[in-house]
Structures are given as C-alpha cells and as structure tokens.
C-alpha cells in the first residue's frame, strides 16, 4: 500500500532523508519511530505530497505523490502534529469543509460528519467555533475529520500528544475497527512506546535520516536482548549520546595530552 | 464547483466574523475621507477643481478595495502559521482550484467593503452624479478587487512567515495607493509621476470609479476595464503558479 524506495530528502547541505526504503502492507498498522529531528515528519511530508523528495520515489495505493498528486491524496488521510483547524470556523464547519473538498457526497457527508463527531464527543459543541476549544478537543476534532472521507490510508502524525488515556484507547478502538471494516492501512508516529507497541503490526525505526532496525516489537526486543520496546529504542539510537560522551572524553584526552607535553 | 464556493464561503464566513477588523478597516477610509476631503476642499475649490469630496470619495472607495483585497490575499501566511494551509494542500482537489476559490472569496469581502465606504462617503457628503452609476462602480471594484487579491496571493506565497508583511505596506501598497491619482488628478501631473501613475494598476480603478460615479475619466472607461482585466489575467496567472510552488 506504501512503498518508499531509496527516499532522500536534502535541504542545502543537511541530509534530512537518506535514502530510505520500507514497504507497509495493506491492512497494516506501522509505527513510524525515531527521536526528534530524525526525519519522521519530512518522510510523512514526503509521503503525502506536501514536499517533494530530492531523489528516490514513493508509492501510495499504486499513485505516484509526485506524478499524480490528486489521486495520490484522495487515497490518504492525515492528522498532522501541529494543529490545522481553522479557528474562526467551527467544528461542524471544518468537516464539512474538509468533506466537501475530498468530494464526499452531501447525504453521506452530513451523515458521517454526525456520526464521526458523536464519536469523538464533540457532537454537542458542533456550532462553536473552534478557537474555544481546548487542545485535546481539537486534536480529537482533526481525527474526526481526518476520517470523514473513509481513506485506504491514514497517516497520523503524533496523533495522541497531549490525549488523556481515556481519548487514546477510544482513538484506537476506532482505528482499528475501522481496518477491520475497511482495510484502512495505518501509518503513525509516536514517541509513547507503549502505544507502538501496543497498537502497531510492524516497526521503523529511523534516526539521522536512515532506517535503523524493523521487525514486530518482539523481534526488535530480540535483536537489541532488550526487554521492553523503550530500551530497545534507546540502544538503537541512544548511540548519540553515546558519541557525545566519546567526543567529551576526547576533548579531555586531547587537553591532558597538551598539559604534558 | 462546489469546491471553489466552500473556499469563497470560507473567506466570507471569516470576515463576517471579525467584527474588529471590518470596524478597523472602516476607520481608515473614513478618517482619510473626513481629514483629507474637509481639510483640502477650500483649497480644491479655489484652484477651480469643484467639491474636492465629490473627487476625493471614489479614490477613497478604491484605497479600502485595495487594503481589504491584498490583506485577505496575504492571509495565506496566516494560513500557514496557523496550519489550516496543510488540510487545503493535502486535498485532492488542484492549486489552481484553491487559489481561485481563495481568490474570489478576498475579491468578495474587498468589493463589499468598497460598498460600505460608499455608503459611508454618503454620509460624509457624496453625491454620485447617477445611482445607476453604482453597477458600473461595482464591476469595477471587483475587478480592482480580484487584481490585489491575486497580487497579495503571489507575495504571500513566496514568504514563509509575517516578517516581510511591513516591507510589502510599505514598498508596494503605499506607493500603488498614492500613486494612483487617488488624492489628486492625473491631469498636468510632472512626466515622471505621471509615468509611475500609469503603470499603477489602481490608477484605472480609481479612474474607473470615478467615470461610473462621477463622469469624470483620465483614461476613458474601456481602456480601464481593458487595462484591469490585463493585468487581473496576469497577476491570477503568476499568483496560481506561485501559490502551486508552495511546499510546507
């Protein structure tokens, strides 16, 4: 259903991207893991037409975002990391707004709309505007209208930061009902690992614009002999601070040997 | 179709709602229309130019067109600090829908307000010399409208945040609105402003206001239209392009 191969991203001299290749099948729930500044949301720009790649190419349900950027973002859906509501609307005016421009028919759309929104508990807040909503009101409201047009993929961007447990778990019950009715193919970050661990077929993990590991949970643990999805996370890009402390004892090294000298 | 109106709707539901601004963007015109128009006339009609509010009330109906236009133009990069630019650009639906939906909408809001001001001259003292006058004025102002919309679409769509907003005030918007013949007449103007004048898009709004509402014109009404409709094509042209090369 996705399929990145060899994507590169590069802005003047730093190499956001580096040659990165994964597939996701359809049906899957991919977690898309890595510290921040490592390169996951210029992927998912990548993937979703916002930004061209520098090289290497993208398939999203057979569409090329570069070729046909149109039939490409019919086919996906995305809840960004940072907010993208329009304030001086309101609720029920951003999706029906974002309904209209994805061409969902009117009866359907106002159903759905309905629907979508009692489910998120915003049904009752429907005509006040969206600048008196709190954080977790709006995130919930983004994911309503993220799936208003029954995308085959859904690509969510930090989609809980800021969720209370409650709003999580109802989040991903709807998720993954949804693929079990749709075959909706989901793509996430995250930085909770519990929830990719949880939620997630299979794993990516990048840093410094490259894939570092994949695999299940289970065969992450195992490659790392960790026990638990964070300290695998941690020994596979921990090495940072580990470099770090390297170039600190070597300033150190370098320093004592001058003195001695 | 109905994607061009929900975005044309968008701009309208947004500046209905601004209450502050529409007051904000009425002060303006009208402190202009009161301070320039009493202040100067004495002098106007002692040099033999008539009733300088009768001259000066379209230019100012055009100024309000032209601040409203390049404002809702320039909100792109509201639109894109504030993130709703993304949800419009990852929908399956063409730039060049986008900017045109866009577009009309700010050139809506903008003749609206011109309206207004000529409502509000009203008060002040203008008289059109025919109220049919008013359809024309109104094409007119749309046309005006629809231009700056499209120039404030292009500008902004090169920009990434609202740091470059005072330099366009001051270097594109400022000029373009005293060098139109807004506040004076193009008549016996020195060669060189004269020059400027006529490579200012304004100046045959203005002018073209002015033949509607007062049967006054510098460059005859058709070669206004002709001149606004140009250059409406060129700037709708340029900004589409620009605005498709926006990456976030």
Known sequence: ?261 | MQTIYILWLRQLKRYSRSRARIIGSLAQPLLFLVALGFGFGPIYQKAGGGNYIQFLAPGIIGMSVLFTAVFTGIEIIWDRQFGFLKETMVAPVTRLKIMFGRTLGGATVATIQGVVVFLLSLIAGFRPVSWLGLFPAMLVMFLTALLFTALGTAIASTLDDMQGFQLIMNFVIMPVFFLSGALFPLDGLPPVIMLVARFDPLSYGIDGLRWALIGLTHFGFGQDLAILTAVTAVLLAVGSYLFSKIEI
């Open chain 1, 1 to 261: 259903m996705i399929k990145a191969e060899n994507l590169t991203k590069k802005y003047d001299e730093f190499t956001a991207v580096d040659s990165i290749n994964f597939e996701v099948e359809k049906g899957e729930i991919f977690a898309f893991l890595g510290p921040n500044g490592a390169g996951k949301t210029t992927t998912i720009k990548m993937l979703t037409t916002l930004t061209k790649p520098t090289s290497g190419t993208v398939q999203l349900n057979g569409f090329n975002p570069v070729e046909s950027p149109d039939d490409a973002r019919k086919s996906f859906g995305i809840v960004f990391q940072d907010q993208s509501l329009d304030d001086e609307l309101t609720a029920w005016e951003n999706m029906e707004f974002h309904g209209v421009l994805y061409g969902v028919e009117k009866k359907l759309r106002r159903e759905r709309i309905e629907q979508l929104m009692k489910f998120v508990e915003l049904w009752d807040r429907k005509n006040d505007l969206v600048k008196t909503f709190s954080g977790g009101m709006k995130r919930r409201l983004e994911i309503a209208r993220g799936l208003l047009h029954h995308p085959k993929i859904f690509f969510l961007d930090e989609p809980t930061l800021g969720l209370d447990p409650q709003t999580r778990n109802h989040m991903w019950e709807y998720i993954k009902k949804l693929r079990q009715e749709e075959g909706t193919t989901i793509f996430f970050t995250t930085h909770y690992m519990e929830e990719a661990e949880k939620n997630s077929d299979r794993i990516a993990i990048i840093d410094h614009g490259k894939i570092v590991a994949r695999g299940t949970a289970g065969e992450l643990k195992q490659q790392t002999s960790t026990d638990s999805l964070e300290a695998a996370f941690l020994s596979l890009t921990g090495k940072d601070i580990r470099d770090e402390h390297a170039t600190g004892a070597d300033h150190m090294r370098m320093r004592r040997r001058m003195w001695h000298r």
